[in-house]
């Protein structure tokens, strides 16, 4: 990384370990840093070591190894209600005996901010989150959307710097859970926040990101903007846990050109940009998307690469077809196409040729 990138950092993870028992690492070797007002989320499946990341940020869990510094400082010894960062949890943590201004009105007195400043505060962060008559209720009395964005509002209400935030949306219905997502991104943009998101719902992180971190195994697998962690995953695991996924499974015959030959275990010879192979006779998993692939003749592209198919199920969604062939052996093969006059509908048992260009088909590791 570059000197500049890191004199920039204002959150920074450096060769961070941690471990629970002396032997097993939670987190590897962990370095990442995120300039002033990024929004980067870590994503992985439960156990990777993202929710660790976030409380030793936070001050609730002590590093191993390595150093946590905040805007060049480091706060490894710093307590938590030090650090000056606001947090926001799935499960709210809202006083139930205060009122909502009350909940509000706490972080600003262990902060020793005057009566009249509070209540100012305190305005200005409810009507942020659309909540401004709200402030004389309960916790009680309001639905968890509502205690949600409370909790938001208490988070900001003493204008952090950096926010951090751990699956903040999980026990939201779907509908709220989306009006959600793009008011906090709205907010901490706006705002010019610094926030560190974790969730394990990839949909959430490819639609709130600036970056995301995929974690899994304790280590960052790759870190990059959504779209290109969906279109250029960089191993098998961010292709699978990224998104919907086919994978065909082969060996690389050889590699010309930036373009790897890969003979599958059908027996089928396919082109495929070699990522994380570098020689012939090494085994890949190959890695393509659903709507990467077309089996209407008429929109095939020039260079397409075409395999045989049979159609197993054709399923109407709405606004797309999704088709599941066999392919090369796999059952699992799935197609998207948008739902268009000009688009074929299959029926099951039909034998078609499917395509798609070889720089949509990454070679990764097996």
């Keep these: 990384m570059a000197d500049s990138a890191i004199n920039d950092a204002f959150v920074e993870f450096d060769r961070v370990q941690k471990s629970y028992d002396g032997e097993n690492l939670v987190v590897k070797d962990l370095n990442l840093s995120l300039p002033k007002g990024e929004f980067l989320t870590m994503l992985g499946p439960s156990g990777s070591g993202k929710t660790t990341c976030l409380m030793m940020l936070a001050g609730f869990e002590t590093a191993t190894h390595g ?25 709210y943590a809202l006083f139930p005996h205060m009122t909502i201004a009350e909940n509000l009105s706490f972080p600003l007195e262990v902060r020793k901010f005057g009566k009249s400043e509070r209540e100012a505060k305190i305005k200005r962060a409810l009507d942020m989150v659309e909540m401004g008559s709200f402030g004389s209720r309960r916790p009680a009395q309001l639905s968890g959307g509502q205690q949600q964005r409370v909790a938001l509002a208490r988070a900001l209400v003493f204008e952090p710097e950096l926010v951090l935030m751990d699956e903040p949306l999980g026990a939201l219905d779907k509908q709220l859970r989306e009006k959600m997502q793009f008011e906090i991104t709205h907010l901490a943009h ?39 962690l969906y279109e250029e995953p960089e191993n098998s695991f961010v292709a699978q846990f990224i998104g919907e996924n086919n994978t065909l499974e082969g060996v690389v015959k050889e590699i010309n050109n930036g373009v790897a030959l890969v003979q599958l275990d059908g027996g089928e010879l396919i082109d495929a940009k070699p ?35 049979e159609v ?54 097996a």
């Design 275 to 309: 990522i994380n192979v570098s020689k012939p006779g090494e085994r890949t998993r190959v890695s393509i998307r659903p709507e990467r692939v077309e089996y209407n003749k008429e929109r095939m592209q020039e260079g397409a690469h075409t395999l045989k198919a």
């Design 67 to 91: 150093e946590i510094r905040l805007d060049g400082r480091e706060i490894n010894n710093i307590p938590p209600h030090k650090r000056g960062i606001g947090m926001v949890f799935q499960n």
């Design 312 to 365: 197993l199920e054709f399923i109407y969604m709405g606004d797309i077809f999704r088709t599941r062939l066999r392919v090369a052996g796999n059952d699992e093969f799935v197609v998207k196409t948008r739902n268009a006059p000009d688009q074929v509908r299959l029926k099951p048992g039909e034998q078609i040729e499917i395509g798609w260009l070889p720089e949509d088909c990454r070679a990764l590791d």
């Design 190 to 228: 706006t705002l010019g926040i610094t926030t560190v998101y974790v969730t394990h719902d990839q949909t959430e992180a490819l639609t709130m990101s600036d970056r995301v971190a995929v974690f899994d195994d304790g280590r960052i697998q790759q870190l990059a903007p959504p779209d290109k």
